[in-house]
């Protein structure tokens, strides 16, 4: 009819809200909830977050230096991830490999949402 408008139905979350929120609260560890796993730039080896690429590494060395250190010779320095060193992320629901960004550039999930 003529003069009739149609309104836009705002409680219905468009699609690519929808797209963005794909996977929300289901991936990642136990210190964060999100949907991309961050390249270590120090051991080139993907880590949901750099508390994770700690503990593993540290627990890495920490069974090597127990297990080879029969001469004495010191512990080496910790291997720890400088988070603002990253490069490069990967999605978790694609896993695009990508810049650090709030949106994937492969799927368009938010990756960073909380």
Same mark, same amino acid.
């Given at each position: 009819c003529e003069g009739d408008q149609m309104e836009e139905d705002t409680n219905t979350p468009s699609i690519e809200a929808d797209v963005r929120r794909k996977?929300?609260?289901e991936f990642?560890?136990?210190h964060y909830r999100r949907r991309c796993l961050k390249k270590a730039p120090c051991c080139? %080896?993907?880590?949901?977050c750099r508390h994770c690429h700690n503990e593993q590494?540290?627990?890495e060395e920490y069974s090597q230096s127990t297990s080879g250190n029969i001469n004495g010779t010191p512990p080496l320095p910790p291997h720890t991830i400088d988070r603002f060193a990253?490069? %490069?992320v990967k999605c978790a629901l694609c896993h695009t490999q990508q810049p650090p960004a709030q949106v994937c550039i492969g799927c368009g999930v938010n990756m960073g949402e909380y």
């Open positions: 996977g929300l609260f990642g560890c136990k080139q %080896e993907f880590f949901w590494k540290e627990a990253v490069e %490069e």
